[in-house]
């Protein structure tokens, strides 16, 4: 439908020649009913260059969002101008405070090696999570999001040997769950991480009635999972990500210096195609449907 961003916003004009209406945040005060304002915590590198990534597919949703860019205090966001973070990010709890939130998605960080303990904003995160669980119909936590949505319920990550990385198939497991599309679709998910959580872990939680497993890779092992109150959604890969984004982290891992960084799985790397945005807009499609479902409107 539509997506409310301020009038010169950096993105606007990829947005729209992606086909995602776009309209100003002045234009939408006029409007006789209400979009779903869902939060944004971006914590991933360059975080301006990323905002397009998320808004392309939940802007092309069938409901209006309004999206609310969060910033963490405790989070330096180095690689992110002040002027950009100053002028579009505003604090979780002046979020709340101005006008609530419907929905929040966490996005990736480049800290998964990392336990969670050591993470610097690990215990600010907690706090919105708190606040999330009762508050906001629905978290989804996107790569590290969704493995830090994992720990903060009591399920640990495990360190691999070697990076996931690539694009991988994945098959949807709950037939009463259209999460990942049709029941004889097989869609196509990127993968770039360092850690995850064990298929026996998991399996172990759903037969202890606390978690739905929804998609399952071969490789990859179970990649799309949730609480079983629908609270928090995990999916541990990028189904936002642009075609050329493993790309682009393969080279930038070279220039680094990382010697332990494989080839993208099933991605030519010379000439990428991008056989995952399926998933993707099904994906966060059905998320934006089940926050609007679950949001308790007023007339």
């Given at each position: 439908?539509a997506i409310?961003?301020?009038?010169?916003y950096?993105?606007?004009q990829?947005?729209?020649?992606?086909?995602?209406?776009?309209?100003?945040?002045?234009?939408?005060?006029?409007q006789?009913?209400?979009?779903?304002?869902?939060?944004?915590?971006n914590?991933m590198?360059?975080?301006?260059?990323?905002?397009?990534?998320?808004l392309f597919?939940?802007?092309?949703?069938?409901?209006?969002?309004?999206p609310?860019?969060?910033?963490?205090k405790?989070h330096?966001?180095k690689?992110?101008?002040?002027e950009?973070?100053?002028?579009?990010?505003?604090?979780?709890?002046?979020?709340?405070r101005?006008?609530?939130?419907?929905?929040?998605?966490?996005?990736?960080?480049?800290?998964?090696e990392?336990?969670?303990?050591?993470?610097?904003?690990?215990?600010?995160?907690s706090?919105?999570l708190?606040y999330?669980?009762?508050?906001i119909a629905?978290?989804l936590?996107?790569?590290?999001?969704?493995?830090?949505?994992?720990?903060?319920?009591?399920?640990d990550?495990?360190?691999f040997?070697?990076?996931?990385?690539?694009?991988?198939?994945l098959?949807?497991?709950?037939?009463n769950?259209?999460?990942?599309?049709?029941?004889?679709?097989?869609f196509m998910?990127?993968?770039?991480?360092?850690?995850?959580?064990?298929?026996?872990?998991?399996?172990?939680?759903?037969?202890?009635?606390?978690?739905?497993?929804l998609?399952?890779?071969?490789?990859?092992?179970?990649?799309?999972?949730?609480?079983?109150?629908?609270?928090?959604?995990?999916h541990?890969?990028?189904?936002?990500?642009?075609?050329?984004?493993l790309v682009?982290?393969?080279k930038?891992?070279?220039?680094?210096g990382?010697?332990?960084?494989?080839?993208?799985?099933n991605?030519d790397?010379?000439?990428?195609?991008?056989?995952?945005?399926?998933?993707?807009?099904?994906f966060?499609?059905q998320?934006v449907?089940?926050?609007y479902?679950?949001?308790?409107?007023e007339?």
């Open positions: 439908m409310i961003v301020p009038e010169n950096h993105a606007k990829a947005l729209e020649n992606a086909r995602v209406h776009c309209i100003s945040s002045f234009n939408a005060q006029k006789d009913f209400r979009p779903l304002r869902i939060a944004i915590l914590i590198p360059e975080a301006n260059t990323y905002e397009y990534n998320i597919p939940i802007g092309r949703a069938i409901i209006q969002i309004e609310v860019w969060i910033r963490l405790t330096a966001y690689s992110t101008s002040k950009h973070l100053d002028e579009l990010y505003i604090s979780f709890e002046d979020a709340i101005h006008k609530g939130l419907d929905g929040l998605i966490i996005t990736g960080a480049p800290v998964e990392k336990s969670f303990k050591d993470v610097w904003f690990w215990d600010e995160l706090e919105i708190d999330a669980k009762e508050n629905s978290t936590g996107i790569c590290w999001g969704g493995l830090a949505l994992a720990n903060y319920i009591g399920i990550k495990i360190l040997d070697k990076k996931l990385f690539g694009v991988y198939p098959d949807n497991i709950d037939r769950h259209r999460i990942t599309g049709d029941l004889d679709d097989v998910s990127p993968q770039s991480r360092h850690a995850g959580i064990s298929d026996k872990v998991l399996e172990a939680e759903r037969d202890k009635g606390n978690v739905n497993l998609a399952h890779s071969d490789k990859a092992g179970y990649v799309i999972f949730e609480t079983t109150d629908k609270s928090f959604i995990m541990l890969g990028h189904p936002e990500y642009e075609t050329d984004r682009n982290e393969y930038r891992d070279l220039e680094k990382r010697s332990d960084v494989p080839l993208p799985l991605l790397i010379s000439n990428p195609k991008n056989n995952w945005r399926g998933h993707s807009l099904e966060f499609q998320w449907k089940d926050v479902i679950r949001t308790p409107y007339i």
